[in-house]
Each structure stands twice: as structure tokens, then as C-alpha cells.
């Protein structure tokens, strides 16, 4: 990710006087126009202390423009050394000889890692951009130099990445192990395999032997997880023998040590590892209750916050409550989930995502720990299926003027009904010139261009019969332009607009905008709370650009929207446009609008042309264009 940023920068280095698309930076870095534009918000954040800056130019690509010639010299010297994937294995070498040795001072990297005061500066600056995607932070503090601080298990989950291309017999010397033999803890995995009569595979082996690799390496650092009582575990006998087994384990190399959450922690890791081949994860009637009551608790914020009342949808309820007991063990453990839909679930099921986030509020209650992001886009997709099942009514129509073309008609009506189960299309008519279309159309549908814009005073939208995914930004525009009740510019008042040229990070931002809004009595200090506690909860990036906090209030609901000159890292993202969203509990039009920004700051191009806003009004003026404007 660093590296590639760095790539981008020396690639418009080298093009100097030349204009640079970002299909042809694609092309040089072999990756895609989208994470192309994520790399260039990190190469501008990069270039303010740095001697350069990027430049956008319309319809012509990319420049750059050196500002000053001996700190940017300075910075291709230092970067220049690993700009390849060896640049990205340093950084995660630098956050691991910090974790096994519990702090390391500058002088002591500098020397390992042969590099100049500023070079490593530089690098444990990147360093500390890696370990914010695990909710961690790096500091320096007196004597003991850099330490990395944040939540213990959250600790691991970071280390467990890191050993992630570490052969296994390679394991307990990156971790310089040196309490525990690690051919005793081969032996003991044996022994539990052969007690159980588990016959492990050797990916979930490998896994559960690096999680307690790391588990040993950490108590013999001092640091001990501690969980409080899990009642729903009490009745588990197979969990309890497990545990049992783990103490006399751990017991015999920490003898003074409590090690009572260490246990619990590493069974944990086990029944999420081996469950599968076991009967340690079945789910009685005594979980059961334990995991309604979740759910039901979930939910019953949902009615308060958003005023929808979801307990009558058994389907829902019921797959809630399973899929949460079964991955129960994995939010304990923060053991990562994969989700290769959780980005398009966001841009697509907006409510359903922020549904999500009040559920997955109520099990870090009892857990202790965020969910990650995959687990979240599982989550959602419960409630996307409800909010689908409840969209099955047609609520629109449309008609398809197919002209000459009955065979890609009949393709496109096809691929239409399966996309949209909110929209009926009613006709698939030759209309020549003088023909008239059926008035009872909300909008119509044509694959040629037909030279209007509107037809009968309905919007007239031009697709390929194949519907791609341009096509269907088309469409969704339409229906979101048919719900609407109140344009996007309402929402964005003046005062209710900003523009911050200062670097900034994410906390930064948000303590400034909340600050601001104190002080003109439109929030509470409780509320800010409740901003940061939910970024902390879920990092609210919304798309490679934007990011959507939000809390919930008593009075009536508003927006704020803050333009950043310089990206601020913000998850996995840089993101230039930052909406605080300010709620009223059971506002039934947030859902609508919430739809309509998540459209409007998922698609590159409107994005973009935001982001280079100079002012409120040309900001304003391109809201406007986006309510109003057409795409055919």
C-alpha cells in the first residue's frame, strides 16, 4: 500500500512537464483506476512536508509541482531505498520488533535497520498509519522510546497479521521465544488432537499455532488479557475440559501468573479453529436465551433510533440470533472475518449497514470488542435481505422503448427484473416517432439515445442491454430522484459547511467538528461521546473518499459537511469529504437520504468534482446538478 503510493509519486516525477492519467498510472502500477485515486490522496497527504504537491487537471490527468527542492530531494533519497514490496515488509518489521521487545528506542532501529534519524521517522510514521487499521497507536514516551498502545487482544490480532507470511517453523524465532520449548507445544497439540479425536487440517492447525505462539510470547512480556464472566460459556463441558487442559498448559511455564482470561482466550481461539470437527460449538437452549436477548436488544435500538420496528420479521430474528451465537467466540478474540462484499454492501444497503452498526454496539458491550468489518458486512446482509423482502412491492414503474433491437430487450427487461424487484416494467414497445408512451410510466428506458432528456415530463434514461454497472448508477439515480422529498441541498446549510486546509487526523477532525457544534448549542457533550464511541466502534469510511460519522439527537435532524484540502487517513481510506450526520431518533427521512448520499459519494465522478469544490456555492452548485442533472 505505502510503497505503491511512493511509486505514484516517483512515476509523476519522472513525467514532469507531462500530464499523467490515472489509466495510465493503472497501467504502471498494475492495479485499478480506483485504488489509483486512493494512492494519489495518500501521495498529496505526503507531499505538504515533503517538498511537492499533486495537481488535478481536468479531462488532461495528473502533475506534479516540486515546492521545495532539498526536502523533496531528502524524501526520494529516504524512500528511494525500498520502494517495492520490501518497502511495506520493513514497515511491518519495524511494528514487530516493537511488540516482541515491548517498546524500542529510535537509536536502537536507526542501527538495526540502517537508517538516518529522519529516514526512520518517516518509516514509523507509515508504521503507525499500518497498526490504526488494527484500532492500536504509536507513541514515545521517556526511556523506554516507542511503544505500541490499544487493546490487548486488538495487540494480537496485529501480530497474528504480521507472522501472516511467516513460515510455521520460522514462528517461535521471529517471535524470540525463549520461555517455552516449542517442541512441548507440538507435543501438547497432539495429545488435545488425539483427545478429541480431531483430525486438524494443516491451514487450522497452523492458525491456532501462531495465535499461541503469540500468546505465550505476550504473558512473558507481562501482558495478560483478563475477561469478565461469560455466563452463556458456564454450562459448556467441552468448553470447561478445554480449559482445563490450556491451564495445566500455560501453568507449567507461568506458574505465578493468573492466567485465568489467558485460558479462556485461547479456548476461545480453539472452538472458532477446530469447532467445526467438534462438538464444542453446538448451541443449547441456555445459549439461545443468552443470544435473543442480544438480538432483540439490537433491535429494540433500532426501533428507538430509526422508528422501524423489525422484531416481526421471524426470518431475520431467527438467522440473527444464529449467526451471532455461532461467531460469538470470534468477537471475543477479534478473529478476522472475510467479507469480499462489505464495500458494495455499504454503497447498496445503506440502512441495513447502519442497522448493523446498532447491533454490533450491543454485542461490544458484552464483548469488549469491536467487530471487524467483515463480521459487520455479515451482519448487514441479515438486514439487506429483510429491507429487500420489504421492497418486493413495486413501487415504480417504467417502460423499455426497445426501437428495432426485440432481442437486447428482452436481455435488458430480463437483467432489469433480476436487478430491481422494486421496479416493474410494464411495456417493451416499438414507439416510432408520434407513438405515444404510456403515461402511467414513472420514467422511461431506452438503449439508443434518443436526443431528450424527458418524455411527457418523466426522465428519460439511456442503458446498454447488458445493464453494467454505469447503467445501473443511471437508474438508481432516477429512483432515487423519483423518492426524494427534499433536495440534497437543504441538507448542506452554510454554517453547516466548511472548508480546513490544515493536516489533520481522523480524531482531530471530529473533536474539531463536534467542538464547533458545542459551542453554537447544536450537540452535547454526550453526543460527541457518542460520535467518537462509534467511530472507535466502526471506521466510517463510506467510499475511497468519503466518511459518514453519525449520532443520534433530540431535536430535528441536520448535516454537516467538511471539505479537507489534505486526505485524512481514515480506515483503510483517504478521504477528502467528511458529513457528520446528527440524527433525530425515528426520523423516518434519514433512510432516503442516507441512500441518496451514500449514491452520491460512492461514484467517482461526483465525487471528485466535490472534493475540488473552492467554495460553499460551487460545493452547492454541484449538489444541485447532482439532484437535477441527467445521465442519458
Known amino acids: ?92 518489521e519495524v511494528v514487530r520488533r516493537i511488540l516482541i521487545c515491548d517498546g524500542c528506542k529510535m ?71 525463549r520461555e517455552v520449548q516449542e517442541r512441548d507445544i507440538r507435543k501438547w497439540m497432539d495429545r488435545c488432537f488425539k483427545k ?134 470470534k468477537y471475543l478474540v477479534h478473529m478476522e472475518t ?21 447491533l454490533a454496539e450491543c454485542i461490544t458491550e458484552y464483548t ?12 448487514t446482509m441479515y438486514f439487506a435481505s429483510s429491507l429487500e423482502q420489504e421492497n418486493k412491492i413495486r413501487k415504480f ?38 407513438d405515444a408512451l404510456p403515461e402511467e410510466a414513472d420514467f422511461y428506458i431506452t438503449m439508443l439515445p434518443c436526443g431528450q432528456e424527458s418524455s411527457l415530463g418523466k426522465e428519460v434514461v439511456t442503458v446498454s442491454p447488458f445493464l453494467n454497472e454505469k447503467d445501473q448508477m443511471r437508474i438508481n439515480f432516477a429512483l432515487m430522484r423519483l423518492k426524494r422529498r427534499e433536495s440534497l441541498e437543504t441538507l448542506c446549510r452554510r454554517d453547516g459547511f466548511y472548508l480546513w486546509d490544515k493536516p489533520m487526523r481522523k480524531k482531530g477532525v471530529l473533536t474539531r467538528i463536534c467542538d464547533l457544534l458545542i459551542e453554537q448549542g447544536r450537540l452535547e457533550e454526550e453526543q460527541k461521546n457518542a460520535v467518537m464511541k462509534r467511530e472507535n466502534l466502526v471506521s466510517t469510511e463510506i467510499s475511497p473518499f468519503a466518511a459518514l460519522p453519525h449520532c443520534l439527537i433530540d431535536g430535528e435532524s441536520f448535516f454537516v459537511f467538511v471539505l479537507m484540502k489534505n486526505p485524512v487517513p481514515w480506515g483503510k481510506a483517504n478521504v477528502r469529504l467528511v458529513i457528520l450526520g446528527c440524527f433525530k431518533r425515528g426520523d423516518e427521512k434519514i433512510k432516503e437520504v442516507l441512500e441518496r448520499l451514500f449514491l452520491l459519494v460512492s461514484d467517482e465522478e461526483w465525487i471528485n468534482k466535490l472534493a475540488g469544490s473552492k467554495c460553499y456555492e460551487e460545493f452547492i452548485t454541484y449538489l444541485r446538478e447532482f439532484d437535477g442533472g441527467y445521465l442519458c
Open 107 to 177: 537509536d536502537e532501529l536507526e542501527e538495526l535497520f540502517n537508517y538516518s534519524r529522519s529516514s526512520m521517522s518517516r518509516i514509523t510514521t507509515l508504521s503507525n498509519s499500518y497498526l490504526e487499521n488494527f484500532g492500536l497507536e504509536l507513541f514515545s514516551k521517556a526511556y523506554t522510546g516507542l511503544y505500541i498502545s490499544g487493546n490487548e487482544i486488538s495487540i494480537r490480532d496485529c501480530m497474528y497479521h504480521l507472522l501472516e507470511k511467516t513460515e510455521e517453523e520460522e514462528i517461535w524465532n521471529a517471535l524470540d521465544i
Open 338 to 358: 472475510e467479507n469480499p462484499f462489505y464495500e458494495e454492501l455499504q454503497k447498496i444497503y445503506p440502512t441495513a449497514y447502519y442497522y448493523a452498526i446498532e
Open 397 to 434: 414503474k417504467t417502460v423499455l422503448i426497445s426501437e428495432t433491437m426485440p432481442g437486447a430487450a428482452r436481455l435488458l427487461k430480463s437483467r432489469l427484473e433480476q436487478t430491481y424487484t422494486g421496479l416493474e416494467v410494464m411495456d417493451m414497445g416499438n414507439y416510432g416517432e408520434g
Open 368 to 379: 469488549k470488542q469491536n467487530l471487524s468489518v467483515g463480521e459487520l458486512g455479515f451482519l
Open 196 to 329: 478429541y479425536g480431531l483430525s486438524a487440517k494443516e491451514k487450522e492447525e497452523q492458525q491456532f499455532f501462531k495465535y499461541l505462539a503469540i500468546t505465550i510470547k505476550r504473558i512473558s512480556l507481562g501482558k495478560e488479557i483478563y475477561f469478565g464472566y461469560l455466563a452463556h460459556l458456564d454450562g459448556k463441558e467441552p468448553f470447561k475440559a478445554q480449559m482445563k487442559t490450556t491451564r495445566c498448559l500455560l501453568k507449567k511455564y507461568f506458574p505465578n501468573n493468573r492466567l485465568e482470561g489467558e485460558c479462556m482466550y485461547l479456548t476461545l481461539i480453539w472452538m472458532q479453529t477446530f469447532g467445526g470437527n467438534s462438538r464444542i460449538n453446538q448451541i443449547d437452549e441456555h445459549n439461545l436465551m443468552f443470544f435473543h436477548g442480544l438480538v432483540m436488544k439490537g433491535l429494540k435500538k433500532i426501533k428507538d433510533n430509526y422508528g422501524v420496528d423489525l422484531n416481526g420479521d421471524e426470518v431475520l430474528v431467527n438467522g440473527l440470533i444464529l449467526h451471532v451465537a455461532s461467531s460469538y467466540g
Open 1 to 92: 500500500m505505502y510503497t505503491k503510493t511512493f511509486q505514484v509519486v516517483q512515476y509523476l516525477a519522472d513525467t514532469l512537464d507531462s500530464y499523467v492519467t490515472s489509466g495510465q498510472l493503472g497501467a504502471h502500477l498494475g492495479v485499478s483506476s480506483r485504488m489509483i485515486l486512493r494512492y494519489v490522496k495518500e501521495a498529496e497527504a505526503l507531499g505538504g512536508e515533503n517538498g511537492f504537491e499533486i495537481r488535478s487537471y481536468k479531462g488532461r490527468g495528473y502533475q506534479i509541482k516540486i515546492t521545495d527542492q532539498v526536502r523533496c530531494q531528502a524524501f526520494f533519497k529516504d524512500m528511494g531505498g525500498h520502494t517495492d514490496s520490501k518497502g511495506d515488509e520493513l514497515i511491518r
